[in-house]
């Protein structure tokens, strides 16, 4: 079965402080996407990678970067972070080149600016 | 501006009473319709893709069809088991992403 694996599952951080949430994937692939969750507003895509060192701006980048350094792992880095990215940041994963739709999700990490 | 738009926000079944949702779109282009199930403090896990109007999809007590403009999810004589948030997303012609609705909760009483 294919797993993804996200770091923490709860973070509580302050506004300023640099946070990191790690994704890891055992399957082996290509495509990797971080989405946030909030209630009513459903899932939005913050960034995607389709290869290693590649990364493409989804529907809401700002505030956000991240990192893709081997395959199987993507960081989500907010710089500074906000009590507006109080969210739910879930991780996910797909074979091939492009998006089948079939993503896999990690269990999601619930993070909370103060 | 594409959009997935899905009904109702909430749903509360008896065990036993079938019901649908439904998943509308306005996008251009669409190359493929996808369901997910996703339950209290989990990720999503993908249940159905289903690519043009007419085709049709099962799993268990679960059936997804698809119009030019929009989807339906049946759900017949659910189970308790059955409560969860289903979401649909749309992949567009253009691009590589998908565009979720913001999802049904489902809760089926026994």
């Known amino acids: 079965d294919v797993k993804v694996t996200q770091s923490s599952r709860y973070l509580v951080k302050r506004t300023g402080e640099k946070v990191f949430l790690e994704c890891v994937q055992d399957?082996?692939?290509?495509?990797m996407f971080w989405y946030r969750q909030d209630p009513g507003l459903g899932l939005r895509l913050i960034y995607f990678?389709?290869?290693?060192?590649?990364?493409e701006k989804g529907d809401i980048p700002e505030g956000y970067s991240v990192s893709r350094e081997k395959k199987e792992r993507f960081s989500l880095i907010l710089e500074s972070a906000s009590t507006n990215q109080t969210s739910m940041y879930l991780c996910a994963s797909t074979t091939g080149r492009g998006i089948t739709g079939e993503l896999f999700f990690g269990e999601g990490s619930r993070l909370t600016v103060l | 501006e594409d959009q997935v738009t899905q009904s109702p926000e909430a749903l509360r079944l008896q065990e036993g009473e079938s019901s649908s949702l439904n998943c509308s779109y306005t996008?251009?282009?669409?190359?493929?319709l996808f369901w997910y199930r996703q339950d209290p403090g989990k990720g999503p896990e993908f249940l159905f893709t289903?690519?043009?109007a007419g085709e049709e999809k099962e799993k268990e007590r679960l059936k997804a069809t698809l119009t030019k403009k929009e989807s339906f999810l049946h759900i017949t004589a659910p189970k308790p088991e059955d409560s969860a948030t289903y979401l649909c997303?749309?992949?567009?012609?253009?691009?590589?992403?998908?565009?979720f609705g913001g999802g049904t909760r489902v809760l089926v009483k026994p």
């Open positions: 289903l690519y043009s």
């Open positions: 996008v251009s282009g669409l190359r493929g």
């Open positions: 997303a749309v992949r567009m012609a253009a691009g590589n992403k998908l565009t």
């Open positions: 399957m082996d692939h290509e495509n």
């Open positions: 990678s389709y290869d290693v060192k590649m990364k």
